[in-house]
């Protein structure tokens, strides 16, 4: 028996990402062994399963699958794709998933999980409007902006903003069975399709009678799922905006306006959608089928749940445009091995047609590959790095170009994500942006620390 439990920690110090793939059913791909270690997965008929390729990184502590940038350690790989284990069954903690796998393959034996009885889960009541008292923030009126002050400030929202969002939230205040009144910062949600239906509210922060305050975060209602919060400064439908911002909460896409509408302009013009909390597949089809044409820029936070919800997210936006695709004889081969959610260019190269676009889409691999190779190897000039990515951008915009027309979508209906995250130093836009008032705060306090002194020397050389 082990004497104490092993950690996250330790799994990260005693295994190598190398020991997780060939667990999880890949292989060394010895094409590029000796020049780039990586590994591919093989399908039934020994055939190599293009897109499933994960090239190693920090000498075996993690790895990444091109061409997307994010590396994965021994916790978070199997944390993201847990279906590759033979311990995980459907409603498996993804900490415990880890700790199987990983007691596993370090030969230890599997420490008893604790059994803990949960709390059942309160009925709760389906949204009513009419259960609550509305007070909307008035741009004009000093006294009403006063009362939503407290709610935002702890977040970082400055007056500016409140008034640039100023019809997408209020004052709720619910009268409850224990005769206690409780206001709530209150974002409604509606249905995409119905703006001017609130189904629900995403709720941040109470305040009560007695002078407590809460600021815990939760969404009431939400008509099964289905309603989001909608937002834009300059209010176009959502079916004509050009570009849709999703988070998880409405005081992140403020928080995110606040820090980015200086330099880009276009920001008013834009919609900004809450999912409350973890976003449902009824929230992101019911605003996707109005906006593909849209590039659907997704922001959630980089925490272990921003990750995922913004994987679940990128994959709903994939099936979205699939769906639009018409199957036609030749095109079906190719669109049937495209793994469900994933994107349009991740499926079997050799169902592509010959004479331009498969051999269009060989050249972007072997110039991704060779990208790759020069920036790891850190033996290469970064102008020539530079030079070789600059190359496989413009062998993949020629590929994409040929598929589309093989598929049969126009440009303006293309996938168009964008994943945009806060510094590497926070996880979210509400901490960035407290962290950069709290350092232009030290800054300006400095600034009148050293006025005086200044002026003292001024006056002795007098």
Known sequence: MNDKELTHDDFLQR???RDVLLDAGYRQNRRFGLRLSSFIRTDSEGKRIRGDKFVITQHGKCCCQPPRQKEYNVVSFIKEHPHLFAEYHEGINPDRLVELVCYRLLHYPIPEQETRTGQPQRDTRPFDI???????????????????????????????TQQTFHRDFCLATRH?????RRTCLAFPMTLPEDADKIVGFEKRGHAYTDGNSSYDDMTEGNHSGEGVWIASPARPALSEARHIYWFESASEAMAYYQLH?????????????????????????GVLELTIPARQHICFDTGRE????????????????????????????????????NDLDEGEFYLLPKGGLQESCIRFDAEREEAISMSSSRLCAPEDV???????????????????????????HDVAISREMPDCRYTGWNEQLLAEQQQESVREESVREEEPEQERQTHFRR
Request: glycine letters at 6%; a negative charge; aromatic letters at 10%.
């Open 15 to 17: 295994l190598d990402i």
């Open 130 to 160: 009419a259960d609550y008292n509305i007070q909307k923030f008035d741009p004009q009126d000093r006294g009403t902006q006063e009362k939503f002050a407290p709610y935002f400030e702890k977040r970082g929202i400055d007056l500016c």
């Open 176 to 180: 409850s069975e224990d005769g206690q």
């Open 261 to 285: 509408q200086a330099k880009n302009q276009e920001l008013r013009k834009a919609v900004f959608v809450s999912t409350g909390g973890e976003p449902t597949e009824k929230q992101m089809r």
């Open 306 to 341: 921003g990750w995922k919800f913004a994987q679940t997210l990128q994959k709903e936006i994939c099936r979205t445009i699939r769906s639009t695709i018409e199957e036609t004889p030749e095109r079906k081969p190719y669109l049937d091995s495209i793994p469900d959610g």
């Open 386 to 412: 530079q030079d070789q990515i600059d190359t496989m951008r413009k062998c993949y915009r020629e590929f994409r170009e040929k598929l589309q027309d093989f598929l049969g979508i126009d440009k303006e």
